[in-house]
């Protein structure tokens, strides 16, 4: 079965500074890539999404990720960061598990942005 | 909004008890997915059915079980409840199962078992 790694726990920044969360998972064959992010108190909502083509995937509020097959990485950046980016962050992997295709996720990385 | 209704938002009751968390999909959406949120488990996926049928399993106890009906909503029932229980359960929709269009989730129902 397919797993997604999230080595990042917790992740302290200061407005303007950089972000790159890291996401590594497990499965051989073809993949489909989320960034999914949880404002507090609120449903998970979708950042982007890497299906096929161009590695570098641009999503909603500035954010990007890149998908690097040969690291079976898909790692989430954004150039500066604001406070409204505080928020956990989750990166998923939709591929078959059995017969079935199933979104799991990594075990998420909070993002707390310091004024 | 996200178009996925979850009641109710907030839940809390004795062991042993028996609860229902109600799911109403997206307009349109065939698909319906659980899920477990807890501090310690991180996103554990429970249960998908397609059109009120059961496509995949989880990490689902078999104290719990849910359904999809004919009008695509879907219950998840809980039983013989135990602390550690206690978590966000989500719902999300999706057009079709297997989708490559990621999922809508819910706001969730947070169960609190004292």
């Known amino acids: 079965a397919q797993s997604v790694s999230q080595h990042n726990h917790h992740v302290i920044l200061s407005e303007a500074a950089s972000l790159e969360l890291g996401c590594n998972y497990s499965y051989g064959g073809t993949v489909n890539l989320f960034w999914y992010v949880q404002y507090p108190g609120q449903h998970l909502q979708l950042l982007l999404k890497y299906f096929s083509g161009d590695p570098l995937v641009k999503g909603i509020k500035g954010f990007e990720a890149e998908f690097i097959k040969s690291k079976f990485s898909f790692n989430l950046r954004k150039p500066s960061v604001q406070w409204s980016d505080t928020a956990e962050y989750f990166c998923?992997?939709?591929?078959?598990?059995?017969?079935?295709?199933?979104?799991?996720f990594g075990s998420g990385t909070q993002l707390t942005v310091l004024p | 909004d996200s178009g996925v209704t979850q009641t109710p938002k907030h839940l809390i009751t004795a062991t042993g008890q028996r609860v229902t968390l109600r799911c109403s999909p997206r307009?349109?959406?065939?698909?319906v997915y659980w899920y477990q949120q807890s501090l310690d488990q991180g996103l554990q996926f429970l249960i998908q059915?397609?059109?009120?049928?059961?496509?995949a399993k989880g990490n689902i106890l078999e104290r719990f079980s849910a359904q999809q009906f004919p009008d695509l909503h879907s219950e998840l029932n809980l039983s013989s409840l135990e602390l550690g229980d206690s978590a966000l359960y989500f719902c999300a929709s999706s057009v079709a199962e297997g989708t490559n269009y990621g999922y809508t989730f819910g706001s969730g129902t947070r169960l609190t078992v004292v």
């Open positions: 059915y397609y059109n009120g049928e059961e496509r």
């Open positions: 998923a992997v939709n591929a078959y598990s059995g017969s079935a295709r199933q979104l799991t």
């Open positions: 307009s349109g959406d065939l698909s």
